[in-house]
């Protein structure tokens, strides 16, 4: 028997009647087919359902038959897959009164199905649904409510909606769910997951619209339901800002302003109201840090820098602390690492950086960090330098005088301070005299201000006018008071001090000059130094000028007389002549002991003269030991033409390897021979290549660094010629052999 073809004899069902006639049909075919117990022909309800072409009744009335015939398909009745069977059929249409999801929702109750499987197999036709726009967004967020407590079917619904509608209904969706407190703690993971991947590829104008009616609908939501609002909404907003920030393909987009107005909701819509979350950092740093890009000078950055710091939200600088906000990374691009460059701030842009800082904390923050950060790079043993040029370049820039309210050249002078003077606290005295620095220093002590380091300032200082007591006292090193005949930092104390107590607790005999006889002042044939006036003192300035001239030609004097007589107390040595030979070792240490005092060198001349002065006919005895020149040129250099110069330099580098050296193609070479004791000293020199410029000269050593010309000349032809040379030295040095060898391509040797 072929059941189907009494199934096919409805094809249409117009209206109840028909429909009854359906059932009755129906439930023959289905006890029909139980009869015959064929596998193959036992029907279903989908398959009976599927022989019907058109059903024009609606959904509601076709079920309610159903339910009212139930007592007749007890053995067979109406299961999940019929119910989403019908409904994919005979959807409701969307100018319903009711929600379709209520309706399918109490028709799955009537039919006493389970609500679980139902949602599960229902959701293709959802899909389907928010493709074709069939339901109404209050209705799908009434959806949302009654899964809201089935998480797995939360979220799949949430995943469907999300892949299957543009980002504004989505966002619209969120909003309306956050009014009616659809999401709970475990579903919001879900949607947050979605909307942190979907939101952030928006434009900024629709990402704009969207804070915009988050900020309208926090208002309309109930106060028991706004702090999980405003949470789920800093993550999405946190999500946004980091791609905006993080691909180059978003970032472009954002501007300052629209930075700012970001900030400004990041704050509005915020739970702590707290500006270190890591979007509002990003945002702060661009609103900051961003420069236009025809700034190309780092004067026009800096003032870029400070300029976007004038325009920000002063009530924020006020509120929150700028180290906890402001990380030195974004400074590199404003850093200074390189001296000439700073010294080329001019004056009217450091003008503009003090007078429009306002006194604000996070501007003076700034320019301490930068002033740290680009004195650190700047350094590079090259201290006294800085110092130098700095002080010089506050005069030029006019800031020369120290003013409470210059902030930040206090904040400078301060880092200053800490980075480079601090270097020397154990020797000061070898600064340069940085006048300007010093003032401010002393100043900024004075006024106690607490950008600075005071205790370790009055300790610098304090130690400065401890070396300043020393110089005055004949207590400093010998090299000290040659290189103070400069410029040098100790001018920078003698305002501090009272020159007239400092000279009057020493013994005035050790201001007068060793007692000498004529037969010595002969001899050393220099003008004999006079007592240092200890009783005129007009100014400190000038008084220290004085004292450190003369305690130079002190320094002449006794070098002269040591060159001479250095021999004669060797000789004496050499007799066992009493104290003789302490006072040898003593003379020579004059020469080697960097750390010996004026006042040890000083009380070594006097035993020395006491030694002499029993000797009657000194200067035979120095003609004997030939000690009166102290330096003198033999041969001033000259060209040997019967010397081959090929031939010299074979055996040189035969005999003497390590006498030869390379001077590179348009280069200038410096070679140092060290010469050691009283001797007399030859010296050759030979090109294989070409003529060359040569100097050479003879640096004695403890004069003051004090050289001898030797030879000088352009354009020598070493390359044909041996040029030789000869002088005679009572002192040990430095023979100095300069090549210029700039007019060649290539290299000599």
């Keep these: ?44 309800w989908i398959d009976i359902l599927s022989k019907v072409k058109e059903i024009k009744i609606s959904l509601e009335q076709f079920i309610q038959v159903y339910l009212n015939n139930q007592e007749a398909f007890i053995q067979f009745p109406f299961d999940t897959p019929v119910l989403i069977y019908l409904i994919n059929r005979m959807h409701s249409s969307k100018e319903a009164k009711e929600s379709p999801f209520r309706t399918f929702l109490r028709l799955n109750q009537n039919l006493k199905l389970n609500n679980n499987m139902f949602f599960v197999q229902f959701q293709s036709i959802f899909i389907n649904g928010i493709k074709n726009k069939w339901y109404e967004m209050k209705d799908i967020a009434e959806l949302f409510i009654s899964l809201r407590s089935q998480h797995q079917l939360f979220d799949q619904y949430f995943s469907h909606y999300s892949s299957n509608v543009n980002t504004d209904d989505l966002w619209d969706m969120f909003i309306k769910l956050c009014k009616i407190n659809a999401i709970d703690n475990v579903n919001q993971k879900h949607v947050i997951a979605i909307l942190t991947e979907k939101i952030p590829s928006t434009s900024v104008g629709t990402f704009h619209r969207y804070t915009k009616s988050a900020k309208i609908s926090l208002e309309e939501i109930k106060p028991e339901f706004r702090s999980r609002f405003i949470e789920l909404f800093e993550k999405i907003f946190d999500a946004y800002v980091i791609m905006q920030f993080d691909y180059s393909q978003y970032s472009y987009q954002l501007s300052r302003t629209d930075c700012k107005d970001l900030l400004e909701v990041c704050l509005e819509m915020s739970s702590t109201n707290c500006l270190e979350r890591s979007s509002c950092l990003l945002l702060v740093r661009k609103i900051l840090c961003e420069t236009e890009i025809y700034y190309k000078t780092d004067a026009q950055k800096l003032k870029s820098l400070f300029g976007n710091l004038k325009d920000f939200d002063e009530n924020l600088c006020q509120k929150y602390a700028a180290e906890k906000i402001i990380d030195d990374e974004w400074l590199n691009d404003f850093l200074i690492t390189n001296l000439e460059i700073w010294l080329k701030l001019d004056q009217e842009t450091y003008k503009y950086l003090c007078e429009n800082h306002q006194n604000n904390p996070w501007a003076i923050y700034i320019w301490s960090r930068f002033v740290h950060l680009s004195l650190s790079k700047i350094l590079n043993n090259n201290h006294a330098d800085i110092l130098f040029k700095i002080n010089d370049w506050m005069k030029k820039v006019k800031h020369h005088i120290y003013n409470p309210t210059d902030i930040f050249t206090i904040i400078l002078v301060n880092k200053l301070f800490e980075l480079v003077l601090i270097k020397y606290f154990r020797s000061i005295l070898l600064l340069p005299n940085i006048d300007i620095i010093m003032n401010f220093i002393i100043s900024m002590r004075e006024n106690t201000s607490r950008r600075i380091y005071v205790r370790q300032i009055n300790n610098f200082i304090s130690n400065g006018l401890e070396k300043v007591y020393e110089v005055f006292h004949l207590k400093s090193k010998c090299s000290l008071y040659r290189d103070l005949s400069t410029d040098s930092i100790i001018r920078c104390f003698l305002p501090l001090i009272d020159l007239h107590q400092i000279l009057g607790s020493v013994d005035p005999q050790q201001y007068k000059f060793p007692l000498t006889n004529a037969n010595i002042d002969g001899i050393v044939a220099l003008p004999k130094p006079k007592d240092i006036d200890i009783t005129n003192i007009e100014s400190n300035e000038e008084f220290f000028a004085r004292f450190i001239r003369q305690i130079n030609e002190w320094f002449d004097w006794f070098d002269r007389f040591i060159d001479i007589f250095q021999h004669i107390i060797d000789w004496l040595k050499n007799h066992n002549v009493n104290c003789s030979s302490q006072l040898s070792i003593d003379l020579l240490n004059i020469r080697s002991d960097f750390k010996m005092t004026f006042v040890e060198m000083r009380l070594i001349i006097d035993r020395v003269l006491k030694i002499l002065q029993p000797f009657k006919d000194l200067r035979r005895l120095c003609h004997l030991f030939n000690c009166l020149i102290s330096f003198q040129i033999l041969n001033p250099g000259t060209l040997n033409t019967q010397d081959n110069t090929l031939k010299f330099l074979t055996e040189l580098k035969r005999f003497q390897p390590n006498n030869t050296f390379m001077v590179q193609a348009n280069a200038t070479y410096e070679h140092i021979i060290s010469i050691s004791d009283r001797q007399q000293i030859q010296w050759s020199l030979a090109s294989e290549n070409h003529p060359c410029h040569i100097t050479v000269k003879y640096r004695i050593h403890g004069k003051n660094n004090q050289y001898e010309i030797l030879y000088q000349k352009e354009n020598v032809p070493i390359h044909k010629n041996v040029l030789h040379g000869q002088f005679e030295s009572q002192r040990n040095g430095q023979l100095i052999i300069t090549i210029d060898n700039n007019n060649n391509n290539n290299d000599s040797s």
Excluded: C, G, W
């Design 1 to 44: 028997m072929d059941i189907s073809q009494y199934l096919l004899s409805i094809s249409t069902i117009e209206d109840l009647n028909t429909l009854n006639k359906f059932f009755v049909i129906s439930k023959l075919s289905i006890q029909a087919s139980q009869v015959i117990n064929d596998p193959h022909n036992r029907l279903q």
